[in-house]
């Protein structure tokens, strides 16, 4: 192998967050869930710094930095109409100096992360309703035809998550231990699942609590496949706990647990979540702490991945809030 074939496939950081992020205690939570004062903490990846923050930062740092290092001018990324990981995409094209290709689903409406997506100065190609295949096979033809124009575009994968995507939250993991060695468990949303995969690493399998929320079919042998990757060592996917009851009628629905976990986190903590990703993340932990797999005396961490944006963008969410009373 050339010294610049093992560039390419070296991984490459970009600086693009706030590090480290707050850990902060959530005793108002903590008691209403029948725990103790101290037992639950918020890591809040919601504070990251870029674009509105939100865990696809520290994702971003390596998958956009190895692009740039192979001489992308140009990344190209996949994901649903209310995307993070576009919004976020959108935000590390501007501070690197590239431009950034988004290829969603559904269609434009001026609102939340879409309407960030235009303000970052993202091209946008919609593609209706596709599947996943689809949508990958949209992009790839995206790219090929700016690779016809003379451009250099690297594709960015779906939610950022791949084996170099997922150092990112390896690193994290190591950061978290850093500032509180005794965590327990760790509750996190899973979509595409670098997130996971990469805590999963840091921490160990039996302390990362991941709550599916609809992003593929089946998370578990992504999460599995990049943690194995990233640690060189086998994982596999019965190994996980992720927690699949909270999926509703499907990817991005507010259910009744969800509108709780929602109401409750603001009305306890003040703290804001999104109701596609970390709501349901909440509502999992919500469901742990009442059946008691998540008991008094043992410290739970509660990593907020961001995603307000998606909150101002969905109707349904927005309409469900506005109609209920405060207590």
Same mark, same amino acid.
């Given at each position: 192998?050339? !010294? ?19 850990? #902060? ?9 029948? =725990? ?24 971003? #740092? ?16 996949? @994901? ?5 990981? &576009? ?12 431009? *950034?290709?988004? *290829? ?26 596709? !599947? ?7 992009? #790839?033809? *995206?790219?090929?035809?700016?690779? &016809? ?10 939610? @950022? ?13 190591? $950061? ?12 996190? &949303? ?6 996971? /995969?990469?805590?999963?690493? &840091? ?25 194995? $990757? ?10 996980? =706990? ?28 003040? *703290? ?8 349901? /993340? ?5 469901? /742990? ?28 969410? =927005? ?9």
């Amino acid at each position: 192998m050339t !010294t610049a074939e093992r560039q390419e496939q070296t991984p490459t950081r970009a600086r693009l967050g706030s590090w480290p992020t707050p850990l #902060e205690p959530a005793p108002r939570l903590s008691a209403a869930l029948g =725990l103790d004062p101290d037992d639950l903490w918020i890591k809040h990846d919601d504070l990251s710094g870029l674009g509105g923050g939100g865990n696809k930062v520290r994702k971003l #740092e390596w998958t956009a930095g190895t692009a740039l290092a192979r001489g992308a001018d140009v990344l190209v990324t996949t @994901g649903a109409a209310q995307s993070n990981h &576009a919004r976020l995409t959108a935000a590390a094209g501007a501070k690197l100096g590239v431009d *950034v290709v988004l *290829v969603l689903t559904g269609s434009p409406e001026p609102l939340g992360n879409i309407a960030l997506d235009a303000l970052l100065g993202a091209t946008v190609h919609w593609c209706g309703d596709v !599947t996943e295949d689809g949508l990958a096979a949209r992009a #790839e033809g *995206v790219a090929s035809d700016l690779a &016809a124009d003379g451009r250099s575009p690297v594709l960015i994968p779906f939610g @950022g998550s791949s084996s170099v995507g997922a150092i990112g939250y390896r690193d994290a993991g190591t $950061e978290l231990l850093g500032q509180d060695p005794s965590v327990g468990r760790v509750v996190v &949303a899973v979509g595409s699942g670098g997130t996971m /995969a990469g805590l999963v690493v &840091a921490l160990g399998a039996e302390r990362v609590l991941g709550v599916d929320t609809g992003a593929m079919a089946d998370p578990a042998p992504a999460v599995a496949r990049m943690a194995s $990757e990233l640690s060189g060592r086998r994982l596999d996917a019965q190994d996980l =706990l992720i927690d699949r009851s909270l999926l509703g009628p499907g990817y991005g629905s507010v259910t009744d647990e969800v509108l709780e976990a929602l109401q409750l986190a603001a009305r306890t903590e003040g *703290v804001v979540l999104d109701p596609t990703y970390t709501a349901r /993340a909440m509502a999992g932990l919500i469901r /742990a702490a009442r059946s008691g797999e998540i008991r008094a005396g043992s410290r739970t961490v509660f990593w907020h991945t961001g995603g307000l944006p998606g909150l101002l963008g969905h109707r349904d969410a =927005l309409d469900r809030i506005m109609g209920t009373t405060t207590p």
